[in-house]
């Protein structure tokens, strides 16, 4: 497992989530009730893996990538919400809910589409901060002193990988490492060069 295959599995999920989601309110909205309890009876154990992964992938992601954005914040908390609010519609029966509830989860998947890696900030001078891009994205697997080792990751203390293969593995991700292709071109070398302050002498 790798983390672009848990990334996958996981707009993979939500996918397949947000089109049984959509088919219920449907039918809901269009008055069909022998149909949608029809498709719930029949898909309500795929229903319950789909949304088991979908949580899980999703924390997993989260665990990995050790920060959480402001916009993914607002994502987990519509999403969190949009499942009680889901859960009521189709129990009363209530049109409106179902479709807020729809309009709240498409709405995080937009958001999820802006979100990606988190850009880090130049500070106000417009100097790019090699250690600050480091404790927002590496530190939670390498850590401060790089050799942290959490899921996988190598020592930083005990590297030697030259700068461009750094840059290029910070850009295209490897294994349990995330793809880290939202960060400018400054901000990989800042990175990249902060990195290599962490070797032992
Ligand atoms: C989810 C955990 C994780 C995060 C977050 C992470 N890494 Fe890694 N890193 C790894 C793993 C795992 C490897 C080993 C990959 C392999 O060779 O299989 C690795 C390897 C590396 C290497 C290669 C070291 C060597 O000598 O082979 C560098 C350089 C590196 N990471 C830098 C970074 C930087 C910079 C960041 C932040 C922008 C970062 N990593 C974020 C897990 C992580």
Redesign the pocket.
């Known amino acids: 497992m790798n ?1 672009d295959t848990i990334k996958l599995t996981h707009v993979v999920v939500v996918n397949v989530f947000i089109l049984i989601y959509l088919i219920k309110t449907v039918l809901l909205v269009a008055n069909k009730p022998t149909s949608l309890q029809r498709f719930t009876r029949v898909f309500k154990i795929p229903e319950m893996i789909i949304s088991v992964l979908f949580l899980a992938t999703g924390i997993w992601m989260i665990a ?3 920060t959480l954005q402001t916009l993914l914040i607002v994502k987990i908390v519509i999403v969190l919400t949009s499942i009680p609010v889901a859960i009521i519609a189709f129990k009363k029966q209530n049109k409106m809910l179902a479709v807020l509830a729809f309009v709240m989860i498409i709405g995080a998947y937009g958001m999820a589409e802006m979100s990606k890696i988190p850009k880090v900030k130049a500070s106000a001078n417009g100097v790019v901060d090699g250690q600050d ?2 404790k927002n ?6 850590g401060a002193k790089g050799n942290l080792g ?7 203390s ?4 030259d700068h461009n ?2 840059l290029s ?2 850009n295209n ?6 793809a ?1 292709d939202k ?1 400018s071109d400054a901000e ?1 070398e800042a ?2 060069t ?2 290599e302050t962490l070797r032992l002498k």
């Open positions: 983390f990995l990538l050790g891009i480091y994205n590496c530190q939670n697997c390498h959490n899921n996988g990751a190598k020592d930083l005990l590297s030697s990988m293969s750094e593995i910070i991700g490897k294994n349990m490492m995330p880290y960060l990989r990175v990249a902060y990195v």
